[in-house]
């Protein structure tokens, strides 16, 4: 009996401690230290990527363009061919 108005309080500092911690470390660790540093890199590099990013973006969007015409004459061919083979029956 004694045991248990001790475990309780004793499990819930444990817990207490354990989620206050990881709640610290997530906001105010090391980690956003790095980020931030990280994001001011980003700052500096990404006006000197941004027009090389941009030439990757339009040619990826003209090779899908191509594939979308292709696929698009393939659908139109089979329409054409279901439609006569209708028509033969």
Same mark, same amino acid.
């Given at each position: 009996m004694f045991q248990r108005w001790l475990f309780w309080p004793l499990f819930?500092?444990?817990?207490?401690?354990g989620l206050g911690g990881s709640v610290? $470390?997530? /906001? +105010?660790?090391?980690n956003t230290t790095? !980020?931030?540093a990280d994001a001011? %890199? =980003?700052? =500096?590099?990404?006006?000197?990527?941004? !027009?090389s990013k941009? !030439? =990757?973006?339009? !040619?990826? /969007?003209?090779? %899908?363009? +191509? $594939? /979308?015409?292709?696929?698009?004459?393939v659908l139109a061919f089979a329409t054409v061919g279901l439609g006569v083979a209708i028509v033969g029956l």
């Open positions: 819930a500092a444990i817990m207490g401690f610290f $470390w997530g /906001l +105010d660790g090391p790095i !980020e931030q001011a %890199y =980003e700052q =500096e590099t990404a006006q000197s990527e941004a !027009e941009m !030439e =990757e973006a339009d !040619e990826a /969007l003209a090779k %899908y363009t +191509d $594939w /979308l015409m292709f696929f698009t004459g």
